[in-house]
């Protein structure tokens, strides 16, 4: 099963769709059963998913971004291939030489966002880059609270 997951995901993720993978979570010994329990183990996007390397070692970037009144950005980017991340912030000028100097040199393969946060200018920005980044839109309902993104990660350190 993991090789034709393998085989599909890949083309899946390159072209910018998520893949959700379910697996199920008891055995049903009973055939009279109508349900099994079955749960999202992964979801794997663009810049999530590893399995897409190459023979030698190219960084993926999966960047957060986020846009403070015009004035300057809040970034997070993640590098998938060595589990490496990244947090800063920055102030911006006018022409946004920073932002393009970023995005240039760090090529994200996947761009995350709050819906309605970029301004038009910085989406052109991200749109006109050459290797083409996934942009993947989070919207408000999805944003969990700090205490609970602290509650989630917490058993992991």
């Known amino acids: 099963m993991r090789t ?3 085989k599909y995901a890949t083309e899946l993720v390159e072209n910018g769709l998520k893949v959700v993978v379910v697996e199920q979570m008891e055995n049903s010994h009973n055939k009279e059963d109508e349900y099994t329990k079955r749960e999202v183990v992964q979801v794997l996007t663009r810049g999530t998913y590893a399995e897409v390397l190459d023979q030698g070692y190219s960084p993926r970037f999966c960047l957060c971004l986020f846009e ?3 004035q300057g950005y809040g970034i997070v ?3 998938t291939t060595t589990h490496e991340f990244y947090v800063g912030e920055f102030q911006e000028d006018i022409h946004k030489g920073t932002l393009k100097t970023l995005l240039t040199r760090l090529k994200p393969v996947e761009i995350v966002y709050l819906q309605g946060n970029l301004s038009e200018e910085t ?3 991200v749109k006109s880059l050459s290797n083409k980044p996934t942009l993947n839109p989070i919207y408000n309902q999805d944003i ?3 205490d609970n993104i602290i509650a989630r ?3 992991y350190f």
């Open 68 to 70: 403070k009144d015009n």
């Open 123 to 125: 989406l052109m920005i």
């Open 4 to 6: 034709t997951l393998k």
């Open 153 to 155: 990660i917490d058993k």
């Open 77 to 79: 980017f993640l590098d």
């Open 144 to 146: 969990l609270g700090l």
